[in-house]
């Protein structure tokens, strides 16, 4: 998918929250079945083929910047695959409920000129994700002052994962 002089800078990492409904069904599923063994039965069926289609939707899932744009790939009877370039985004937001704040995890919601608009559920990296974008198209604007302040605080964000234990590699642009 990548043209020549393109490369791959930054993923977006799937949280292990993508798996909670059908963990939750299948735990149903075997409670029911203590009392009514055939509802328990069923409900087992629904978990696992929920189960299958979650794994399916981890396979496919994509969201990765590049130098140049913003490549998603989502979906699974209709697959999307969408390609922005940078100049042509105008926000990377975060959507993220009480679970995303307490297990770490947020939707990744781009927004292109006109009425696109993509959403990717349970990146695990969103905030860096989002951060690393910004710093790309501050570098290209110009925007020195906003660029140091960038710095100073992924500074600040990699020393505190190193005293957590939680050491990141370095970007180099």
């Given at each position: 998918?990548?043209?020549?002089?393109?490369?791959?800078?930054?993923?977006?990492?799937?949280?292990?929250?993508?798996?909670?409904?059908?963990?939750?069904?299948?735990?149903?599923?075997?409670?029911?079945?203590?009392?009514?063994p055939m509802f328990g039965l069923i409900f087992g069926f629904v978990g696992l083929i929920s189960l299958c289609i979650t794994v399916l939707i981890q396979h496919y899932l994509l969201l990765a910047v590049t130098n140049k744009r913003v490549l998603a790939r989502y979906g699974l009877l209709q697959m999307d695959v969408v390609d922005i370039r940078l100049s042509k985004i105008e926000?990377?937001?975060?959507?993220?409920?009480?679970?995303?704040?307490?297990?770490?995890?947020?939707?990744?919601?781009?927004?292109?000129?006109?009425?696109?608009?993509?959403?990717?559920?349970?990146?695990?990296?969103?905030?860096?994700?989002?951060?690393?974008?910004?710093?790309?198209?501050?570098?290209e604007e110009g925007n020195e002052e906003v660029e140091e302040n960038l710095k100073a605080e992924r500074d600040e964000d990699e020393k505190d994962n190193s005293k957590n234990g939680k050491g990141k590699k370095s970007r180099s642009k």
């Open positions: 998918m990548l043209v020549s002089g393109e490369e791959v800078l930054l993923v977006g990492k799937l949280h292990g929250a993508i798996y909670w409904k059908p963990v939750v069904i299948l735990l149903f599923a075997m409670f029911v079945s203590l009392y009514v926000s990377i937001d975060l959507e993220r409920m009480l679970p995303g704040h307490l297990f770490g995890y947020a939707n990744v919601v781009v927004m292109g000129t006109g009425q696109r608009v993509i959403r990717i559920p349970y990146i695990a990296n969103a905030e860096s994700f989002r951060r690393f974008y910004n710093e790309m198209v501050l570098a």
